[in-house]
């Protein structure tokens, strides 16, 4: 009987639907105990994880009958792909399920940032009346720059364009003839980086961290946005200079900025000091793209996905 070994959280309706029959380890707390963890991957024929589980290393020599690592995301960068594939071993993402997660996301930190009204329920309630420190700006007729122009950057385009905002685009993976960028909402502008992050009101990223990527974002292209634009990162930590965002926000060049992702998850108290008392941040906890609906449609594609592999191969 194949083994399955799910290492971080999954909705225990997927599990029961899909993988019942298997010989299926869920612990959601794996991801933390890593003598465990590799015991337990020892024996596995299906390893399922989120961002957490590094599947790379000891972890991935010891698993000797690893015959597919179902993500339960689309990120793989906390997975070898190269020694997965050179041992034969599939890596399934859940490629296009919980993309308009992630757009809402995006979309609704650019909202709260630009219009800055919402944090302000104790000030009301004490009766300071604080209207005319409140006076946000509207989306409407802002620019939006993503970089990148995969699936998650263009819904995330769809829904900002119903706002009525600017779209443009960098990304050098995608010919200038490919239709996305003609989408039915109206034309996506297709801009190099550097014009890009300097044209932008709101700049949200939507790359892989890469080498070519890391450090992408850093005090110079700071320094090139907008004064008072909006920065959002809900790709991969890494890519941002989070020190650099940080003083950015003190000095007020940067008017605000949405990280859900960082180059330490988690962010521990020393590696989050840098961020206190930073005015118009928002930080979250690499949930961008976990919602209710999302995990559900994510468990049930990486569920399905090892089921077929491992009954059919």
């Known amino acids: 009987m194949p083994k399955v070994v799910i290492s971080e959280f999954m909705d225990p309706a997927a599990i029961a639907a899909d993988l019942s029959g298997f010989d299926t380890l869920y612990d959601p707390g794996l991801v933390d105990r890593p003598e465990a963890l590799a015991a337990a991957v020892a024996e596995a024929d299906a390893l399922i994880v989120r961002n957490r589980t590094q599947v790379r290393g000891a972890l991935l020599a010891g698993a000797r009958r690893l015959r597919i690592v179902g993500r339960l995301g689309v990120g793989l960068d906390n997975i070898d792909v190269p020694a997965c594939r050179a041992r034969g071993i599939t890596v399934r993402p859940a490629t ?22 919402y944090g302000a329920s104790e000030a009301v309630a004490a009766g300071t009346w604080p209207r005319n420190a409140l006076m946000g700006r509207e989306i409407a007729g802002k620019r939006l720059g993503l970089v990148g122009f995969g699936s998650i950057a263009r819904e995330t385009a769809r829904r900002a364009a119903a706002l009525g905002m600017a779209i443009a685009a960098h990304d050098p993976f995608l010919a200038a003839e490919d239709p ?28 892989p961290l890469t080498a070519e990527t890391r450090g992408l974002i850093d005090a110079t292209a700071l320094a090139r946005m907008p ?37 330490r998850e988690p962010l521990d108290a020393a ?5 206190a008392g930073v005015p118009n941040l928002i930080l979250t906890p690499h949930i961008a793209g976990v919602t209710q609906e999302s995990n559900v449609r994510v468990s049930a594609v990486i569920a399905a996905a090892v089921r077929r592999h491992l009954t059919q191969g």
């Open 96 to 117: 296009g399920a919980n993309d308009g997660a992630v757009a809402e996301y995006v979309v609704a930190t650019a909202l709260l940032l630009l219009r800055g009204a």
């Open 180 to 207: 996305a960028w003609t989408p039915p909402y109206g034309p996506v502008r297709r801009r190099d980086l550097e014009a890009l992050i300097a044209e932008s009101d709101v700049l949200s990223l939507h790359v």
């Open 227 to 263: 004064a008072g634009a909006v920065l959002i990162n809900a790709a991969r930590g890494g890519i941002v200079d989070e020190a650099a965002v940080a003083a950015a926000l003190r000095s007020g060049h940067l008017g605000g900025a949405a990280l859900d992702v960082f180059d």
């Open 271 to 275: 590696a989050g000091a840098p961020f």
